[in-house]
């Protein structure tokens, strides 16, 4: 009794051959997509609030402004303690 050969030993000798479109490849030529308008508003939203979360809460270019009046001796003078004591006075009422 003799045992012939029915294929190569190996068997992922068959998965490099190209050239062959299989069935599934076909049908995916025909897939698309669709993206409704209120998905790209929350995206862009979306894309907003990180924009935001991910800046600085400091903002340098008002840090300095106010760095500069303060160091002007003639900038604090009642006009500026009056509106300073208005806005506290403002947060602290609850009427």
Not at 31 to 36: A, G, K, L
Not at 45 to 55: D, F, M, Q, W
Not at 69 to 88: F, G, Q, S
């Amino acid at each position: 009794m003799s045992i012939d050969r029915l294929g190569p030993i190996d068997p992922i000798h068959n998965y490099g051959k190209t050239g062959q479109v299989g069935p599934n490849q076909r049908q995916s030529q025909n897939d698309s997509i669709s993206v409704s308008e209120e998905a790209r508003f929350k995206s862009e939203l979306y894309n907003a609030t990180e924009t935001v979360r991910s800046s600085s809460d400091v903002r340098t270019d008002r840090v300095a402004e106010v760095k500069s009046k303060l160091e002007n001796p003639n900038y604090i003078d009642d006009v500026v303690l009056n509106a300073v004591a208005e806005r506290i006075i403002d947060l602290f009422d609850t009427e």
